[in-house]
């Protein structure tokens, strides 16, 4: 090792120093509060005992709404997918002038608050919202249709969230795809859809991958839409945990839900990356 | 003409490329014989590529036809054209193996499983590759990606071979290997090809017929002697080798040359060729390689060469030759290349600069822009 290679480590060292306090500890915290027993009191005891991951798996509602997390997750990763591609493949392909502009939409999301962004859906779907008071109006319906407090309602308010992750993400990867390949693909004989589908979908997939990953990562830990979009059906394992630990400050239970989530996603992104992930895509590429 | 087959394979009739309000390419007309190489030949931006990505398709004329074995082909989709495109960059597939980027074009040709196993081992053979099927581009240097990029355009078999500037992306040395390889290859094929560089040595070394262009407009053409020894205008014999201009003016001719008055008062002569007269505005043009420079005081004049004297103003060691800038009385500078063969001189000596009429060649003086 050369003397001087911890140079670029300390370029890192204030970020690490930050994850590590304001990160790594507090979620060592967490971890230890798991144990933890609560009095009927109220307070808690510090101990070392599994009754709080007992009680997760004793009811099964609590796992049902860690498989309902994966379900939507799942959903929305399909939907959002689906939804940032073609406009991905749309900024790739483009030459006009408007590029840039269109490129700062993507990013005008999040120039306003996400509870906001969330919380004016109601003003849209919401019974005396402006769709049920122009079908009113207009005598399309001659009651208000529920459109607020569903799954569907949910799903939208985080493919609003979410879906400038999906397209950044596969923008990133499209725009490195030397465009000469599609041109060499169609002068071997391929149509534009065939290049497409040869050339320029696989290179995509690092970014189809990443962007995956990080939706779904960041669903499974949202709780907003379901609370202000979603009804009582529509709970996810966050919404769960917040209402334990600021609800009912239960913190050892909260705890012990947030561990099992944490843990589930550990597991989940490992395998992830192990068999499709973003490593395993660059290994095969190079 | 009936039955007989046109030579000329590939033409390009009153081609016009716009992009909005520039014109890359300007009413071309332009023939390629059968199993030719040509070359366009000219700086960045000269609509040499343009020319060549309107035959491959990839760009659409915005006026004129362009023809392929006596078919317009202007509206045919490009993976109908069965031309074979070679691109700087290579464009290989960077996730597929070398035999699925060689099979790419067989794929789509219904070609039998067998016949396409076949014809890529064929093609990795030609190009001088063989046995590197199962792996990926980025484990080849960009010498052999260049010929497996080869291997994939002539595995289709093409009416015309493309090449794209395909030795830029090449080291010096390795850029030597390819062209000769190249050329080795295009002419034990057969294949009618179409080369766009902006280097003048390759356009030179592999060429039958060279295109010089300039902003978008065909300037020249012709085989590389003609274009090297012959060029058309100022441009054409600028671009290509190391020229000197000496403006000057005709003050006569006889049978075999014409006598020109340059700045300096000297009457130089230049071989006849084209027709001028008396009092024409004319640039005498010698390559640099042609003077030969001796030390004044030993020097004898040799009978009908033309000579004037001139002082070594600067002078670089090339290692293979010496260059020389000598500056004229007139306060022009030429630029003379010599081999070596004699002794070298130093800045500041009087030399005497010598050159054969056979190596002068006249163009006429283009007004001042």
Redesign the interface.
């Known amino acids: 090792m050369k003397s001087d290679s911890w140079k670029p480590w300390a370029l890192l060292g204030p970020s690490l120093t930050a994850v590590f306090f304001l990160l790594v500890i507090p979620v060592c915290f967490v971890v230890v509060y798991s144990f933890w027993l609560r009095a009927p009191s109220g307070n808690d005891i510090p101990a070392f005992q599994f009754g709080n991951y007992a009680k997760f798996f004793a009811d099964f509602f609590y796992p049902s709404l860690l498989i309902r997390t994966i379900r939507v997750a799942l959903e929305t990763v399909l939907l959002c997918l689906v939804m940032g591609y073609i406009p991905a493949y749309f900024f790739y392909r483009t030459e006009s002038s408007l590029k840039p502009f269109l490129m700062i939409l993507i990013m005008l999301p999040f120039w306003i608050s996400f509870i906001i962004r969330t919380l004016s859906w109601i003003n849209i779907l919401g019974d005396s919202g402006l769709i049920n008071h122009v079908f009113l109006k207009i005598g399309l319906i001659d009651r208000p249709l529920a459109m607020l407090y569903n799954e569907a309602a949910v799903l939208m308010g985080l493919l609003q969230y979410l879906l400038p992750f999906m397209i950044l993400n596969i923008y990133v990867s499209l725009d490195g795809i030397?465009k000469?390949?599609t041109?060499?693909?169609?002068?071997?004989?391929?149509?534009e859809w065939?290049a497409f589908k040869?050339?320029t979908l696989?290179?995509s997939l690092p970014g189809v991958s990443a962007g995956c990953l990080l939706v779904f990562v960041l669903t499974c830990g949202t709780y907003l839409p379901p609370m202000i979009l979603g009804g009582p059906g529509n709970d996810m394992i966050a919404n769960l945990i917040f209402k334990r630990i600021v609800g009912t400050l239960d913190w050892p239970f909260g705890s012990a839900l947030s561990t099992i989530l944490l843990g589930l996603l550990g597991v989940i992104v490992y395998t992830y990356n192990r068999y499709l992930g973003i490593s395993q895509i660059f290994k095969?590429?190079? | 003409m009936g039955t007989e087959k046109d030579p000329q394979f590939v033409k390009f009739r009153g081609i016009v490329k716009k992009y909005g309000d520039v014109t890359a390419v300007a009413k071309m007309d332009l023939d390629i014989p059968e199993g030719a190489l040509v070359t366009l030949l000219g700086p960045s931006g000269c609509g040499k590529t343009t020319l060549l990505r309107m035959l491959a398709g990839l760009e659409e004329p915005t006026e004129g036809d362009i023809i392929v074995n006596g078919n317009r082909i202007n509206d045919t989709p490009i993976h109908k054209r069965n031309l074979g495109m070679i691109f700087q960059n290579y464009a290989l597939f960077p996730h597929k193996s070398i035999f699925d980027n060689v099979a790419f074009g067989l794929k789509y040709r219904s070609v039998s499983r067998d016949q396409i196993r076949e014809k890529v081992k064929h093609a990795l053979e030609v190009v001088r590759l063989p046995g590197v099927e199962n792996r990926k581009p980025a484990q080849l240097s960009g010498g052999q990606q260049q010929r497996i990029a080869l291997a994939r355009a002539i595995v289709i078999e093409p009416d015309v071979l493309l090449m794209d500037e395909p030795l830029s992306a090449l080291d010096e040395n390795l850029r030597e290997d390819m062209r000769r390889e190249i050329d080795n290859l295009q002419r034990m094929l057969g294949v009618t090809t179409i080369f766009v560089t902006h280097d003048q040595r390759e356009a030179l070394s592999m060429s039958d017929k060279i295109v010089v262009m300039r902003d978008g407009l065909k300037l020249q053409e012709g085989d590389p002697e003609t274009v090297y020894n012959k060029p058309a205008n100022h441009f054409v014999a600028d671009f290509l080798g190391h020229s000197n201009f000496l403006p000057g003016e005709v003050v006569g001719q006889d049978d075999e040359n014409v006598r020109v008055r340059i700045e300096t008062g000297d009457v130089l002569l230049a071989r006849h060729r084209g027709s001028w007269k008396q009092g024409d505005a004319v640039e005498l043009v010698v390559r640099a390689q042609r003077f030969e420079a001796h030390r004044q005081s030993h020097f004898q004049p040799t009978e009908g060469m033309n000579s004037f004297a001139g002082r070594i103003k600067d002078k670089s060691y090339m290692g293979g030759e010496v260059s020389y800038f000598i500056e004229l009385p007139s306060g022009r500078e030429i630029h003379v290349i010599s081999m070596m063969r004699t002794r070298t001189y130093d800045y500041g000596d009087e030399v005497s600069v010598q050159v054969a009429p056979y190596h002068c060649h006249l163009i006429g003086r283009e007004p001042e822009e």
């Open positions: 030397d000469s390949l041109e060499a693909a169609k002068s071997l004989g391929c149509t065939q040869e050339v696989p290179l095969t590429l190079q």
